[in-house]
């Protein structure tokens, strides 16, 4: 007990030393929309949109649920959603932790699971913007469940399974986790109960949720293609797991990020003279490639931070990979992940679009504040050397932060991009100039 409040602390310190300025970082697009969708209605309503047919998003009741929380108790704090976001990502860290200290009977390869995971760069739009916490939240969920289940707590896992699922569809595949690991590591006595109920929940959910839950417009936007493009988008996710920056200006970083891997790699094949340390690889690499789906298949969207399942197996690998050697050389190799993975945040934060568009609505927020047009005034968002129109109606998310904001002004938008905002209306106040 004492050991796991240890690393818990631990895990906490480097998170929050690591990615405290995620938690400074103002709303953006998505968050708006998702804010005014599931919270500060009235009750019945915010419920109703919560676990109802999707009006403005996908359907799932568990990442709406986080909103129709964050949104009545924080309203326009962005400090607090982050901070239940980090409460998540923490979670997920320590589970992660006691999972691989499990699966490799070593605490000390559990802990370097759990610091690999807590400090990844990838989890970097997961924790800058409030509203690609879906996969982290997801995972949080799969990775209790799948911890509960190494424990033999059944039932427990199977419920915590279900949330998980409320929460991302894409954690679909923690079932193929669980049969991998019934095979690998218990094969006589698989647990065929539990892997058939499993099984028909997951059934379950993929009726409910793609035949009543999913309309025709997200399979639209979403839509899944076998082409060129998904050779493309393997090797993109590949670089996000691996620990690459998905920016450019970083070669010598990627050098050394390149060497230390061989060195992980050296390392692996010693662990191949184990029956338990193959075992152990095969579901590291069994995770990586399953978590791979079906983002690979959607390669119009590439983001890292649905990469949480595939970061899950990457660090168990690193885990397995560093499991025999000397604590000295141990602290060394993590000390130099550790640098590549700041060096890669910094890099990130001052390229990343989440940053981009978060401070372009802050900026036309705090103006709209300056100006403090009357009440009803039509707000035109042009072309100007700030932005474009486009850009401002995509990080406002789509005019919502107005409403959001100034929901007692009942202000109306015009973005010149999509509509003719010339008109003779003297309560008219271009914003952005």
């Known amino acids: ?28 697009q998505d968050d708006f929309i998702l804010i005014n969708q599931f919270s500060q209605n009235n009750l019945l309503q915010d419920i109703q949109n919560v676990f109802g047919f999707p009006q403005v998003t996908h359907w799932r009741p568990i990442h709406n649920l986080y909103f129709f929380v964050t949104g009545n108790i924080f309203g326009k704090n962005y400090f607090g959603y982050h901070i239940l976001t980090f409460l998540f990502h923490i979670g997920a860290s320590f589970l992660v932790y006691k999972t691989a200290s499990k699966l490799t009977n070593s605490s000390k390869a ?10 990844h760069p990838a989890h970097f739009i997961s924790l800058f913007w409030i509203s690609g916490g879906t996969t982290l939240i997801g995972f949080f969920f799969l ?25 991302s569809e894409a954690m679909i595949v923690g079932l193929i986790i669980f049969a991998v690991y019934e095979f690998l590591f218990k094969r006589e006595k698989i647990d065929k109960l539990f892997l058939t109920i499993a099984g028909i929940i997951s059934v379950i959910f993929l009726i409910i949720r793609f035949d009543f839950f999913t309309s025709k417009t997200t399979f639209n936007v979403y839509q899944i293609e076998l082409s060129t493009k998904t050779i493309s988008a393997v090797k993109y996710y590949l670089l996000r797991i691996a620990g690459f920056a998905e920016v450019s200006g970083d070669q010598l970083t990627s050098l050394i990020l390149l060497g230390w891997l061989a060195l992980i790699a050296l390392l692996l094949i010693k662990t191949l003279n184990k029956e338990r340390g193959i075992r152990q690889l095969i579901l590291s690499i069994t995770i990586i490639i399953i978590g791979l789906f079906p983002f690979i298949l959607i390669p119009k969207h590439l983001s890292p931070h649905y990469m949480n399942i595939s970061i899950f197996g990457f660090s168990i690998l690193v885990g397995v990979a560093l499991i025999n050697i000397k604590s000295i050389t141990r602290i060394i190799l993590l000390s130099i992940f550790l640098i590549i993975t700041l060096f890669n945040i910094n890099l990130t934060q001052k390229n990343n679009w989440v940053i981009k568009r978060s401070n372009l609505a802050k900026i036309y927020i705090d103006q709209i504040k300056k100006v403090n047009p009357p009440q009803e005034a039509t707000l035109v968002f042009t072309d100007n050397k700030l932005s474009t129109s486009k850009e401002a109606y995509i990080a406002l998310g789509t005019g919502y932060a107005i409403k959001f904001f100034f929901s007692n002004k009942n202000y109306q938008t015009c973005f010149s991009e999509f509509e003719d905002c010339l008109t003779n209306n003297a309560n008219i106040y271009v914003i952005g100039d």
């Open 1 to 28: 007990m004492k050991k796991d409040l240890c690393v818990f602390a631990l895990l906490t310190a480097f998170i929050f030393a690591f990615w405290y300025r995620a938690m400074l970082n103002f709303f953006a």
């Open 110 to 119: 559990g802990f370097v699971a759990g610091f690999i995971y807590a400090i």
């Open 143 to 167: 990775a209790a469940s799948f911890y509960s289940h190494l424990l033999g707590k059944r039932s427990v896992s199977l419920i915590l399974y279900v949330l998980a699922l409320l929460a």
